[in-house]
């Protein structure tokens, strides 16, 4: 759901305009940002569904540290009050809301692997609505988002260029298009390379 991910972020922005764009990007995927050195480490791990080759939504994600529900806020937590530092309080609560985001997001369509505590203590019941189990549904929801998010962002950006002038607005239409072409490509390396 990466592609998801960044189109949510764009969404934020038409919102908190203070933002970072390039800090909420970051923000919504800081889990998958903090997976990978334990990932590397083999502490967290991805195994293949039964049956697939991997790919797009055919992965047990192992990331009990990271995607657990604690785990998820507690890096939001973590984000929010660093950034909180050079952007300020409210960007900061916004940042770290976007971090955990990326937690109820993955909690649509991850199978059943999302633990509620860190290392999966106490054996709790995994949490996943398993969207993933049906590609072209959750193939949509990703797409859905990236528009959505694109939309929002161009709307926002525009309204900013037209009070700047009319040079401005031809910026904002591109760097909207870019997003929404980032956010496509993004899509389609997610889906069809895996």
């Known amino acids: 759901m990466v592609a998801g991910h ?3 972020a764009a969404g934020v922005k038409a919102k908190w305009r203070s933002a970072p764009l ?3 990007m970051l923000a919504t995927v800081w889990l998958d940002v903090v997976f990978v050195p334990l990932y590397a480490a ?3 791990t991805l195994t293949p569904v039964a049956g697939t080759a991997g790919g797009y939504g055919s992965v047990i994600i192992h990331a009990d540290y990271t995607h657990s529900l604690v785990g998820a806020a507690v890096l939001s937590l973590l984000f929010g ?3 909180a530092v050079p952007w300020g309080r409210r960007v900061g609560v916004v940042l770290g809301a976007v971090v955990f985001s990326h937690w109820v997001l993955d909690l649509v369509v991850h199978r059943g692997d999302m633990p509620i505590l860190p290392g999966n203590a106490g054996a709790l ?3 996943g609505f398993g969207l993933w189990r049906v590609p072209a549904a959750s193939i949509a929801v990703e797409l859905a988002l990236v528009a959505a998010g694109s939309l929002l962002y ?3 950006a525009r309204q900013v260029a037209l009070a700047a002038g009319a040079r401005d607005e031809r910026r904002a239409r591109l760097v909207a298009a ?3 072409a980032a956010g496509l490509v993004t899509l389609a390396l997610d889906v069809f390379v895996g």
Request: proline fraction near 5%.
């Open 6 to 8: 960044f189109g949510f």
């Open 22 to 24: 390039w800090a909420l």
């Open 42 to 44: 083999g502490i967290e």
């Open 81 to 83: 009050l660093v950034a």
């Open 125 to 127: 019941p995994r949490l």
């Open 154 to 156: 161009w709307r926002a």
């Open 178 to 180: 870019l997003v929404g």
